[in-house]
């Protein structure tokens, strides 16, 4: 023994005690620091006493007191079967420090040691402990079921201040590791009463103590020594392995300790037999497993399939628990051996491909595991409550041996096939679509539960394509045929989206069939409706309910797919033109319905929501132009008769028109407006003058009369047939066809004058069938009531004001009037043909039409009660005579429109072949024409030589400037 000593510190009482134990250097600086030990032993670990003046002690129990004015620092202590051991630093009142720090062990055992004032003898720790108390050493046990282990010797006390620390340097030279995957190993496993617990306390150290020079202490641990062993001890230690290994997995008691065991292959290793171990382990193994598959599964083959199905997985689960046993008692060969040889397989992974060789690779249990799983999940199918942890439990067995592809999912896979193609031509058969599409969602739902619990999740795709080819995929043509037309009728919507979501696993193929079905429905509907001439009243707004109820289909059943909005919209759009310009004429015409004051049938909110569908529909016309051309008509006569429901209702219109077709659409329909606006301001303006004349000449101009005149610009109104006003008659084209009253002319000509004053060069000419007038007209007893009427019906009721006649024939109105035959016998029919109790006028013979002879009479028996009676609304009707009017207005802006067209393009292009301006000209156009119409119209226009055509090339054009 070697001991040093600087100044300031004195050692006594340094003993070595026991025959293998020996102190190799001590060295102590001024402060009595206990810089390094080196103990090279064979035997027990033993430190009896070695202590300094300060009574620091450092004894087998690891207990440390220290002098007040003393610091001891054990920096470094190999344990030849690796024990780490740590010694926190604490303080007692600020009297010392100690710390116990850096043990190396490859087996990381923890230990964690604390400072106390008093000594403690060295008897007493080790019977608080389980030690001897003759001084002869501690063993400190591995307690199962903690990763890491914790041993206070002492009571925990204040963390204390750093007086001073030896700076160390440790290199370790051994397993550090392998000491801490034993004892995640021995966590997994149960405690076993019959198992002792490992003793550690008998291990070789080798310490060395380095000699401080630049005030860094280092420490070198080296490696064991290896023990010499005879093959005779080989021999022995083998056969107690092997009867260990037997009592394992005959579920008896080991006879040796685990600790035992362990050092047992330990030494077999170090004497380089590590090889033949591994091969006898294996062979016990394959013997054990034979074994149980001729006594537990062969020699019982009459159980039922759930018995045979629990025996496998209680030999799987027995096997799994022995070889982990197994596993821990041969850690070492594990982690040494085999760790460093990749083509050797591990003890696991070695037992698992025994397991699956002798066991599940015998053709008997193969095949009756593979079908009696089969069977067990069929009858889950077919509603028989079956053991999913024995079969979650079993195909993760399968997964873990690597065979679940080979051996089960294929098989599976197949009896799926077979189920679901028999089920699928029966049921899609038999059952209507809403049963048959509930049927397939439930199957799915089952599918991808069993995925979840028990099935491989890798079996997922190949399962889960198998329900969709064969119930979906295969018979997706008979159901959605026959049955998607009724789920749309019957507004179905929870059965659509169910249809959508079944048909959209299957991909392009489904959503494609689905939407040519859909797009069919919607053709085959639509146009049902757009053709019904007996319905045409009824065709907008049938027409808005059945886009609205295709709307909520896309949104809510289809999820907005782009396919499905798209066949929505082009679709529709058939529908809609499939009857050419019918349409746009009824959809101006049931806008002017809900846009006439008579209408009280919505709000303004709701008002303004209707005018957003049929702008939806509006959206679809192609033949806008007809649509303007109609709406423009009934737009004027709602303004000249003031029947507009409200002017911000029209003017709201005219917005969501012109966002939809431009400001060019609604140019000419916002100059009505300003027309209306202006009359009012001339209005305003001839009275005054009028008034002014009066009180000049001292007279009065008709004072009991309101007159009211609206100047309309033409080419933003209607063509109408026009005439000039004489002094009492009405000439068109210099012929008189009417004789207006007196005083009407008088005011008509005042007002002539006026206006071509005010505006120089302009010239007015006049609408009589747009007037209407309020008439106040006197029926027996003394009735009075207010008349609406138009102006050729004034005329005619004022003839009936000649006290010497109060009948007038046919003949004889016409000859006075001078009115046109057809709007006579109009204003007669409203007149004395309408309603009963409106009839202001009594014909004779009675009947609905006016003939010649017919006599007219005032009907002093009027019995309506209302004071102000409408009659004029004859004016609000279209005739036939108007609406062929119209359209041969509609087609005649098309001609001029087609030659602007070829006129604009060929002044562009110069030069154009006969089919590049036909496409040119189907771009610009915005209404539907043919290519026979653009070639005639090509044609009149080559003959006022606009185009010629080329010299060389007949299907070539070119401009002429």
């Not at 043509?477 to 009724?486: C, E, M, P, Y």
């Amino acid at each position: 023994m070697t001991l040093a000593v600087d100044d300031g510190a004195n050692t006594t009482n340094v003993t070595a005690a026991g025959d293998h134990c020996k102190v190799s250097s001590v060295e102590l600086d001024e402060v009595g620091d206990l810089a390094g030990v080196d103990i090279k032993n064979d035997g027990v670990i033993d430190l009896k006493n070695v202590s300094t003046s300060g009574e620091a002690h450092l004894s087998a129990d690891l207990a440390v007191n220290l002098d007040e004015a003393l610091l001891a620092d054990l920096a470094g202590l190999g344990v030849g079967e690796g024990v780490l051991q740590t010694v926190t630093k604490e303080e007692d009142e600020g009297k010392g420090l100690a710390e116990l720090r850096n043990i190396a062990g490859s087996e990381c055992l923890i230990l964690s040691l604390t400072k106390k004032r008093n000594h403690r003898n060295v008897n007493t720790f080790q019977e608080e402990t389980g030690g001897a108390g003759n001084g002869s050493g501690l063993r400190f046990p591995i307690i199962r079921g903690s990763s890491k282990r914790s041993l206070s010797l002492f009571s925990d006390i204040s963390a204390p201040e750093v007086l001073k620390r030896s700076k160390m340097e440790c290199k370790i030279i051994d397993e550090d590791m392998m000491m801490d995957e034993l004892d995640d190993d021995l966590d997994e496993m149960p405690p076993s009463p019959s198992t002792p617990v490992p003793n550690f306390a008998n291990s070789p150290v080798a310490l060395r103590a380095i000699p401080r020079s630049t005030g860094t202490k280092k420490i070198a641990i080296k490696n064991f020594r290896k023990r010499g062993n005879s093959e005779n001890n080989e021999a022995v230690e083998w056969k107690s392995l092997e009867d260990a290994v037997s009592a394992i997995h005959t579920h008896q008691s080991i006879q040796h300790s685990l600790e035992e065991l362990y050092k047992m292959v330990t030494n077999v290793c170090t004497n380089e037999k590590a090889s033949e171990m591994y091969d006898k382990l294996l062979a016990l193994s394959k013997q054990h497993l034979t074994n149980d598959l001729n006594d537990k599964l062969i020699a019982v083959k009459d159980v039922s399939p759930v018995d045979f199905l629990r025996m496998v997985n209680q030999l799987w689960n027995n096997y799994c628990a022995q070889t982990l046993m197994i596993r821990n008692v041969f850690l070492y060969l594990d982690r040494t051996f085999i760790l460093n040889r990749p083509e050797i397989m591990s003890i696991w992974d070695g037992s698992l491909n025994i397991f699956c060789e002798v066991i599940v690779n015998n053709p008997y249990v193969r095949e009756r595991l593979v079908k009696d799983l089969i069977s067990q999940i069929a009858d889950e199918r077919n509603g028989i409550q079956m053991d999913r942890p024995l079969i979650r439990s079993l195909l993760r067995m399968l997964s873990n041996l690597h065979i679940y592809e080979q051996v089960f999912e294929g098989a599976f896979i197949d009896s799926s096939r077979e189920l679901y193609q028999t089920e699928g031509i029966n049921l899609s058969r038999d059952l209507e679509i809403t049963a048959y599409l509930n049927h397939v969602k439930r199957r799915l739902d089952e599918e991808f539960d069993r995925i979840q619990v028990y099935l491989d999740v890798g079996t997922k795709k190949p399962l889960i394509s198998v329900v969709e080819e064969t119930l979906i995929t295969s018979h997706m043509k008979a159901f959605v045929s026959k049955g998607l037309d009724s789920l749309i009728d019957g507004d179905r919507l929870e059965d659509l989206t169910l249809l959508f979501k079944i048909l959209d696993r299957v991909g392009i193929d489904g959503l494609t069939l689905l939407k040519t079905h859909f797009t069919d429905y919607i053709k085959k509907h639509g146009k049902a409706i757009v053709m019904d001439t007996n319905r045409e009243k009824e065709m907008v707004p049938d027409l808005i309910k059945f886009k609205n109820k295709l709307d909520r289909i896309v949104s809510t059943c289809f999820g907005n797919n782009d396919k499905m909005i798209q066949s929505l919209k082009d679709s529709f759009d058939y529908c809609v033109n499939a009857r050419q310009n019918k349409p746009a004429e009824l959809i101006a015409k049931y806008i002017d319905m809900k846009l006439r004051s008579g209408n009280k049938e919505a709000s303004d909110e709701e008002l303004d929501q209707i005018m957003d569908k049929l702008i939806t529909l509006f959206r679809f016309i192609h033949g806008k132009d007809v649509f303007e051309a109609f709406y423009k008509k009934d737009l004027a006569k709602r303004l000249l008769h003031s029947k507009s429901a409200s002017v911000d209702a029209e003017k709201a219109m005219l917005c969501k028109l012109k966002q939809e077709c431009g400001a060019g659409f609604t140019q000419r329909l916002e100059g009505m407006f300003k027309d209306m606006e202006m009359s009012k301001d001339l209005g305003i303006a001839f009275k005054k003058h009028t008034e002014a004349e009066a009180k000049e000449r001292d007279e009065q101009l008709c004072s009991n009369a309101e007159f009211n005149i609206s100047i309309l610009t033409m080419g933003q109104w209607p063509n109408y047939e026009y005439a000039e006003a004489t002094k009492y008659c009405s000439v068109q084209f210099g012929v008189e066809i009417a004789t207006l009253p007196k005083d009407l002319c008088l005011y008509l000509n005042a007002y002539q004058n006026f206006y071509v004053n005010k505006h120089n060069g302009r010239k007015l000419q006049w609408q009589h069938s747009l007037g209407h007038c309020l008439v106040k007209g006197t029926f027996g007893r003394g009735v009075t009531k207010e008349l609406q009427v138009s102006l050729f019906q004034t005329m005619i009721l004022l003839l009936f004001n000649d006290p010497a006649k109060k009948s007038w024939t046919l003949e004889e109105i016409e000859a006075e009037t001078r009115i046109d035959k057809k709007e006579l016998n109009r204003s007669l029919v409203s007149m004395a043909c309408g309603r009963k109790d409106y009839r202001v006028l009594s014909k004779f013979p009675k009947g609905r039409d006016v003939e010649k002879g017919d006599r007219f009479e005032v009907n002093d028996q009027l019995s309506v009660n209302l004071y102000r009676i409408k009659i004029n609304q004859v004016q609000l009707k279209e005739t036939e005579e108007e609406h062929a009017q119209t359209e041969e207005q509609v087609n005649q802006d098309r001609v001029y429109a087609v030659d602007a067209a070829v006129v604009r393009v060929m002044k562009t292009r110069k030069m154009l072949s006969h089919s590049d301006l036909i496409q040119e000209l189907f771009k610009q156009l915005r209404f539907p024409v043919n290519a026979t119409d653009l070639k005639t119209r090509i044609a009149s226009l080559m003959e006022r030589e606009f185009i010629t055509r080329d010299a060389n090339d007949p299907n070539t054009y070119h401009y002429v400037a």
